[in-house]
C-alpha cells in the first residue's frame, strides 16, 4: 500500500474492513477485470465474494443484519473496489442509494421487508430517475403514477432510461409523477413519489406492465448492465410508495435528492479508486520503460507528470473523505458532496490521460490496463450530475452561505 490517499482518524473496524477488501480486490478483481470489461461479462464470482464479505450490508444497520457502517467506510471501500475495477463500485452503488433510501425514508414494514435480504445481497437494488429526453432536468419526468380508485393501486406508465443494475437487481426504486388531483400539483419538484417496484431479474417483460430491453452497449463501464426500464400499466399497491402512501406521496423528489447526494460522494469515491489505479500503473511502467538510455522516470517531463498525478490523487482523496465525515456527522453536504465528485471526476479524468500519455504506444493497446481505464473515467464526468450540474449546485449553496448584507 503506497503513501498516498491515507486517511486519518480511522478505528481499527475501519481499517480491518479496507485491508479486508484491499486484499479481495487485489486477489479477486484485479487479475480478472480486464478480461472481464473486454468480454462485457458480468462478474458473477466477484459479486458472489463481496457478499461474502457483507459489502451489501454496509450501511445497512445492524438491528437489519448489516454491519451498521459510515458512509466514509463505505465510501473507502467503494474507492478500494473501483481501484481494482470500476464496474464493480457500480453494482454496489445502486445497491446502496436504494438500502439508504428505505433506511432514511421507508416505513417499518418496507424497512424489515426488504433491508435484512439486502444486507446479504439476496436483494439487489437499483434506482430510477432519468428519462431519454430530460438529461439532469429531473423536475421534468414525465412518467407518471395514476391512483386507480378501485383499488388503491397506482398504475405506472412510462419509460425510463441509464439503469445501472437494470437487468440483475430485483428491486427498483422508480420515481414518477403523481399529481393527478394532489394539492401541490403546481410544484413540479412537490408532486412526485418514488414506488418500490419488485420484479424478476433478467431482461424483457420481467412482470406485467413492466419491461427491461436489452443491456446499452457502452464505451466503458462494461460488465455491469445498463438498461432501460418500461412501465406500461404497471400495477404498484400503495404500499410500496417509499415512506407509505400517507407520508409518502409527493416526497419523491426531496427522497431522491438526498439518496443521490451520497451519491455523489460515492461517485467521488469512484473517481479516487481509478485515479489511483492509474498512478500505480504509471508510476510502474514509468521505472520499467528505458529511453534513451534510461528508465523515463529518470526524465525530469516524467517525474513532473508523476508530481502532477500525485497531487490531484491526495486532493481528491482530502474532499471525498471530508464530504463523507460531513453527512456522517449529520450535517447537509451538498455543498461538500458535489465538491468532491466534481473534483473527483475532473482529476481522475487528468491522472488517467496522464499515465495514457507515459505508457505511450502501449497505452493505446488492449494488452494494457489503462486502455480499460481510459474508457472507463469519462462515465464519472456524467454520473450522478454532470459538472455543469455540479457548479450549480456549489454556487447556488456559496451564495446561501455568504449572502450579501447589502
Not at 1 to 20: K, Y
Not at 58 to 69: D, H, K, S
Not at 129 to 137: H, I, N
Not at 254 to 268: F, I, S
Amino acid at each position: 500500500m503506497g503513501r498516498l490517499a491515507q486517511t486519518e482518524g480511522l478505528t481499527g473496524i475501519q481499517r480491518e474492513i479496507l485491508a479486508t477488501v484491499r486484499s479481495f480486490v487485489d486477489k479477486e478483481i484485479i487479475p480478472v477485470a480486464t478480461e472481464l470489461e473486454h468480454r462485457d461479462e458480468y462478474p458473477g464470482d466477484i459479486v458472489a465474494g463481496l457478499k461474502e464479505l457483507g459489502v451489501f450490508g454496509l450501511m445497512i444497520p445492524e438491528e437489519y443484519g448489516g454491519l451498521g457502517e459510515s458512509l466514509l467506510t463505505y465510501a473507502l471501500c467503494v474507492e478500494e473496489i473501483a481501484r481494482g475495477w470500476m464496474s464493480v463500485s457500480g453494482i454496489i452503488n445502486t445497491h446502496f442509494i436504494v438500502a439508504y433510501l428505505l433506511r432514511q425514508h421507508g416505513t417499518e414494514e418496507q424497512k424489515n421487508h426488504f433491508l435484512p435480504r439486502m444486507a446479504t445481497g439476496e436483494i439487489r437494488g437499483a434506482f430510477s430517475m432519468s428519462e431519454p429526453a430530460l438529461g439532469s432536468d429531473v423536475s421534468a419526468i414525465t412518467s407518471k403514477g395514476v391512483l386507480d380508485p378501485a383499488t388503491g393501486d397506482f398504475l405506472l406508465t412510462g419509460q425510463k432510461m441509464w439503469l445501472t443494475n437494470g437487468g440483475s437487481a430485483n428491486l427498483v426504486a422508480v420515481l414518477c409523477r403523481t399529481d393527478e388531483g394532489h394539492p401541490e400539483s403546481a410544484a413540479p419538484h412537490k408532486s412526485m413519489t418514488t414506488f418500490l417496484v419488485e420484479k424478476e431479474p433478467g431482461f424483457g417483460e420481467v412482470r406485467p406492465g413492466l419491461t427491461i430491453p436489452g443491456k446499452i452497449d457502452k464505451m466503458g463501464y462494461k460488465g455491469v448492465d445498463t438498461t432501460e426500464l418500461i412501465m406500461d400499466g404497471l400495477r404498484i399497491p400503495a404500499d410500496r410508495v417509499l415512506g407509505g402512501p400517507e407520508h409518502g406521496r409527493g416526497r419523491g423528489f426531496y427522497q431522491m435528492m438526498d439518496g443521490v447526494e451520497v451519491g455523489r460522494v460515492n461517485v467521488a469515491a469512484r473517481g479516487c479508486g481509478v485515479a489511483q489505479r492509474a498512478f500505480e500503473l504509471a508510476v510502474d511502467y514509468a521505472q520499467q520503460r528505458h529511453t534513451f538510455g534510461k528508465p523515463i522516470a529518470q526524465h525530469q517531463a516524467v517525474q513532473f507528470r508523476l508530481a502532477e498525478m500525485a497531487v490531484q490523487v491526495e486532493a481528491a482523496h482530502a474532499l471525498m473523505v471530508g464530504a463523507a465525515r460531513k453527512k456522517d456527522s449529520g450535517q447537509r453536504n451538498d455543498l461538500e458532496a458535489g465538491m468532491a465528485k466534481y473534483l473527483a471526476s475532473e482529476y481522475c479524468k487528468e491522472v488517467v490521460e496522464s499515465a495514457f500519455r507515459i505508457h505511450g504506444g502501449y497505452g493505446y493497446s488492449k494488452e494494457y490496463e489503462i486502455e480499460r481505464l481510459y474508457r472507463e473515467a469519462p462515465m464519472l464526468l456524467i454520473g450522478e450530475g454532470t459538472a455543469e450540474i455540479q457548479k450549480m449546485i456549489i454556487g447556488r449553496r456559496l451564495l446561501e452561505e455568504y449572502r450579501s448584507a447589502g
